[in-house]
């Protein structure tokens, strides 16, 4: 089945930085896009970054564009996010997500709290 399984996520400072993992099995990794999105306390879950399965073309949401960098590893079936000058506005929990076979799979999240 397929699983999603992130790590990574804490407490940092503004300005700091962060890199989320994402690691995945139970599909083929390398036929499809893989996903970021956040959720802070009292908002809607919100796309962050993509990344498509060869080519690695990437699409960033304005507010994290420059500062965020989503990667993938064919190899180890892993993606990640590379969050540099973060603020405090990125505070939120940091889902990976897969569309495969019309259903989105999300893993469990992981919390990214940005606060001095």
């Known amino acids: 089945q397929v699983q999603l399984v992130e790590s990574g996520g804490g407490l940092v400072q503004p300005g700091g930085s962060l890199r989320l993992s994402c690691a995945a099995s139970g599909f083929t990794f390398t036929d499809y896009v893989m996903k970021w999105y956040r959720q802070a306390p009292g908002k809607e879950r919100e796309l962050v970054a993509s990344?498509?399965?060869?080519?690695?073309?990437?699409n960033y949401a304005d507010a994290v564009k420059g500062r965020f960098t989503i990667s993938r590893d064919n190899v180890q079936n892993t993606v990640y996010l590379q969050m540099n000058s973060l603020k405090p506005e990125d505070t939120a929990v940091y889902y990976c997500?897969?569309?495969?076979?019309?259903?989105?799979?999300w893993g469990q999240g992981t919390q990214v709290t940005v606060s001095s």
């Open positions: 997500n897969v569309f495969l076979t019309s259903t989105n799979y």
């Open positions: 990344i498509t399965p060869i080519s690695r073309r990437t």
